[in-house]
């Protein structure tokens, strides 16, 4: 039996200075390479081997690297751990599809066997358990894209401008990669070009059987016939029906327009009802943030004149603080629109398919020229260039209209679009406060 040493080798000593391995390792002592003891005809004969403990850091760093090419940054946040898979108290949904949903999520994304099929309305939970199970699989090493599917055919189109990708080698990166998801199937342009990319794709993955899986609010008759006919396929594809209502907005429902105006925002979310944190004793200067924050606001909503930013981690009151300025407002008889970015940008795709009842003019119009807009959560929006220049586009209009604003965020200044960022600096019209305390919920854990 051969043996395994970190010994006093020639090769061994010659790697010491490398020293990648953890320090505290009883194998490799820390260089981070093995040397086997075996014999002099063996193949393996004189050749290093990465120790375990180097073995590990190797997976973190692919894990890593997949991570970022994947296109899940966006969506970090969203994981099995975190899935209400009760949705939201007091919703209908009798036959427990959202559970039923969780449970085949979690086994599809240990099996990676066939094809899944999400079907379901706005913020039933379709892009979180999508998105749960690209980033399960990425831990495990699996090459792995995640793409809406308007972003997969903007991710095309870009090639043509692009030097550095051709458009031959994105399409055979999309259709051959290990695992794809493709997000909002149905919510893109439906162009003669695009309809055929995407058959493209579907057909190439399904001929290979490729792991794929794809979420739709789309009646799978609306769509193309020779995708649909694939999505339907029993032997390969698993498709589970979600009824859950709206998590986001549980009126939504009851509204004519897409875009919900204040009601969509939980009554809770008040000035009376915000939460000065006093009990959880911060630093001074963490205290001095969110009262800074709390006052600006309270004037804001009793004057809304320019814009208000309102930027920090994930947890910190800044959506209580933009909901209560809206419900303020409201109560005085004005009718504010309140968004989460990447809902509007999901609402606005969904004006180009043929059946909406919508159109985008529509839409964007009435985003543009709200009385008050409140825009939560600017940069969990996946970032491609049609979502940056919509973006651009009606911040553009805002600013140049003087219209009331407010802007929530967790990305600092450098992250935001440069257009936007130059009108965000501009202090005759926009005021930023910076709330720089820690996460609500991971403090209360704190405190128990």
């Known amino acids: 039996m051969s043996k395994v ?22 194998l490799c002592k820390g260089l981070g390479y093995l040397h ?19 073995q590990n850091k190797v997976m973190q760093s692919k894990v890593q690297r997949l991570y970022q090419v994947s296109n899940l940054d966006v969506f970090k946040d969203m994981t099995f751990d975190n899935f209400h898979i009760s949705g939201r108290s007091g919703t209908h949904d009798p036959n427990k599809t959202l559970e039923v949903a969780y449970q085949t999520a979690q086994n599809y994304s240990q099996s990676l ?9 706005y913020g039933c939970g379709k892009t979180h358990l999508a998105a749960a199970i690209a980033s399960f699989v990425v831990s495990l090493g699996i090459p792995t894209l995640f793409l809406t599917v308007p972003d997969l055919l903007d991710w095309l189109r870009a090639t043509f401008e692009n030097d550095e990708q051709s458009y031959e080698e994105r399409l055979d990166e999309i259709r051959n990669v290990r695992f794809l998801v493709l997000d909002d ?9 695009a309809t055929e990319k995407l058959y493209q794709i579907i057909n190439h993955r399904y001929t290979l059987r490729l792991p794929t899986l794809v979420t739709t609010n789309q009646d799978l008759n609306t769509i193309d016939e020779r995708i649909a006919s694939r ?12 009824n859950a209502p709206d998590y986001r907005n549980p009126v939504l429902e009851t509204v004519a327009s897409p875009i919900s105006a204040l009601a969509s925002v939980s009554d809770h979310r008040t000035f009376d009802q915000f939460d000065d944190r006093r009990s959880e004793k911060l630093k001074p200067d963490e205290q001095h943030s969110l009262e800074q924050a709390f006052y600006a606001a309270q004037k804001f909503a009793e004057n809304p004149t ?27 008889g004005e009718e504010p629109i309140f968004t989460v970015v990447p809902d509007l940008l999901d609402h606005l795709r969904a004006t180009f398919n043929p059946h909406s009842s919508i159109s985008y003019d529509h839409i964007f119009n009435q985003v543009r020229n709200a009385d ?8 969990t929006q996946s970032a491609t260039p049609w979502a940056r220049e919509k973006l651009y586009q009606i911040f553009n209009y805002r600013y140049e209209a003087k219209l009331p604003t407010v802007i929530t965020t967790t990305l600092s200044l450098d992250e935001i679009d440069p257009r936007i960022r130059s009108r ?25």
């Not at 202090?427 to 704190?446: A, F, G, N, T």
């Open 5 to 26: 040493s970190s010994g006093n080798t020639e090769n061994t000593r010659a790697s010491k200075p490398i020293g990648i391995g953890e320090k505290d390792c009883p």
């Open 36 to 54: 086997r003891d075996l014999p002099i005809d063996h193949p393996q004969f004189g050749k290093l081997e990465l120790c375990s403990c180097t």
């Open 113 to 121: 066997n066939g094809w899944l099929l999400l079907i379901g309305g």
């Open 185 to 193: 199937l149905g919510t893109q342009n439906a162009t003669a070009w």
């Open 231 to 242: 999505l339907q396929d029993r032997e390969l594809v698993t498709k589970v029906q979600i």
């Open 306 to 332: 320019g814009w208000l930013v309102l930027m920090g981690t994930f947890g910190t009151g800044k959506t209580h603080l933009a909901a209560a300025i809206g419900h303020y407002r409201a109560t005085l």
């Open 372 to 379: 008050l807009l409140i825009l939560d959560d600017l940069g």
């Open 424 to 448: 965000m600096l501009d202090e005759r019209v926009c005021q930023i406060h910076m709330l720089i305390i820690p996460p609500y919920h991971v403090s209360k854990r704190k405190n128990k």
